[in-house]
Nanobody, 123 residues
Framework: QVQLVESGGGLVQAGGSLRLSCAAS????????MGWYRQAPGKQRELVAT???????NYADSVKGRFTISRDNAKNTVYLQMNSLKPEDTAVYYC?????????????????WGQGTLVTVSS
């Protein structure tokens, strides 16, 4: 299977910066798209940013110009650099990886999720 481990969340003042990391491990053959999603209290999970294996990125309008997603394919790791943070960015941030892995008997596809890391932005 595929496991995702996130790190880098925490408490920061408005205007500050944080960098999230997410490392994938397991019998990974390929990760097509890696991304970050977030879920604020009482709200649905929403897309923050994604990056393809080839480096094509996509951002939610609310974070464009402030957040930067990047990945290291050799390390199966994705990063989210968050600058100019706002209180409305407060949420649990989840890493996602659309991956192919070896199950032991066949190639399988998995939309893997991390356990989430809390980002709190104080005003």
């Amino acid at each position: 299977q595929v496991q995702l481990v996130e790190s880098g969340g925490g408490l920061v003042q408005a205007g500050g910066s944080l960098r999230l990391s997410c490392a994938a491990s397991g019998s990974i053959l390929r990760i097509n798209v890696m991304g970050w999603y977030r879920q604020a209290p009482g709200k649905q999970r929403e897309l923050v940013a994604t990056v393809t294996e080839g480096g094509v990125t996509n951002y939610a309008d609310s974070v464009k110009g402030r957040f930067t997603i990047s990945r290291d394919n050799a390390k199966n790791t994705v990063y989210l650099q968050m600058n100019s943070l706002k209180p409305e960015d407060t949420a649990v941030y989840y890493c996602n990886a659309a991956s192919l892995y070896w199950s032991g008997t066949r190639v399988a596809a998995l939309d893997a999720w991390g356990q989430g890391t809390l980002v709190t932005v104080s005003s």
